[in-house]
């Protein structure tokens, strides 16, 4: 298997943006514009609040919609968090995990991360999971260090068959929402890094299956070049995936690939 056979993901993170009306409006001006895209997966991950209007506004269409997060336990005194099972029975797909602002402003660590990817696949979820170094531990030297401890912890417990329904996104935390894209040569060293490192943990064969997205300041002007590279499997896009027309653009960079 090899960079042609694997699936290719583009997947918006919308964040903490959109009401309901505005959620709806940007998913059917989204659908119209990606119809005809095939060979690469679309997913919306949007806020909780929003998952049922896009579940009805997506419905039928080749857009998949995914969670931004959920909790580890399947129910209980946890107030105000949402459990996969609850995300699962709505009828969504995909749920981002240890997103670089929940482990920065939610206390997430690779812990909580392996919990909470345990949680989303024994409920059927398919989890986008995200990894990615500080500035400061790039400057150190120590990025593939810090990729490795958060591939080793996140994944641990989990089998193959299991980590085969995982998408990996490597977002290297000084380029979210920044601007300051990583090189598509830094994209891909570290992407393949996050290879080799499952294919230690799992074997060849398991690593070669696995998408692996490029996350960070990601846009219509750059997608192609970062989704070019061999092991740049798609995209988890957030401030451009808030524009339709941008988004689309990302994803036919992605079909080309
Ligand atoms: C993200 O939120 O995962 C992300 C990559 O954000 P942005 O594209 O805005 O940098």
């Known amino acids: 298997m090899n960079k042609a056979t694997r699936k290719a993901i583009i997947a918006g993170n919308w964040k903490m943006n959109k009401t309901r009306p505005e959620a709806k409006a940007l998913l059917e001006e989204l659908k119209g514009m990606v119809a005809d895209i095939k060979t690469v997966e679309i997913v919306a991950c949007v806020p909780f609040t929003n998952l049922e209007t896009a579940l009805a506004a997506t419905e039928g269409t080749n857009i998949k919609i995914g969670a931004e997060n959920c909790h580890f336990e399947k129910s209980g005194a946890f107030t105000g968090e949402i459990s996969a099972d609850m995300l699962a029975e709505m009828g969504v797909e995909y749920v981002v995990l240890g997103h670089s602002e929940r482990r920065q402003y939610f ?91 499952l294919a230690k943990l799992y074997g060849a064969d398991v690593a070669e299956t696995i998408t692996i997205q490029y996350g960070g300041s990601m846009n219509a002007a750059n997608a192609a070049e970062l989704v070019s590279k061999t092991n740049v499997d798609g995209g988890l896009i957030g401030g451009a995936s808030l524009k339709a027309a941008d988004f689309t653009t990302i994803i036919k960079a992605a079909e080309v690939g």
């Open 107 to 197: 206390a997430e660590t690779d812990e909580t991360v392996n919990k909470r990817t345990k949680a989303a696949l024994a409920a059927g979820l398919k989890p986008i999971v995200c990894v990615g170094e500080l500035l400061w531990e790039r400057e150190c030297g120590i990025t593939e260090e810090v990729i490795a401890r958060q591939i080793k912890l996140d994944f641990f417990g989990i089998e193959a068959a299991d980590l085969k329904k995982c998408v990996i996104a490597y977002e290297p935390v000084w380029a979210i929402g920044t601007g300051k894209t990583a090189t598509a040569d830094q994209a891909e060293e570290v992407c393949a890094f996050i290879r080799a490192t």
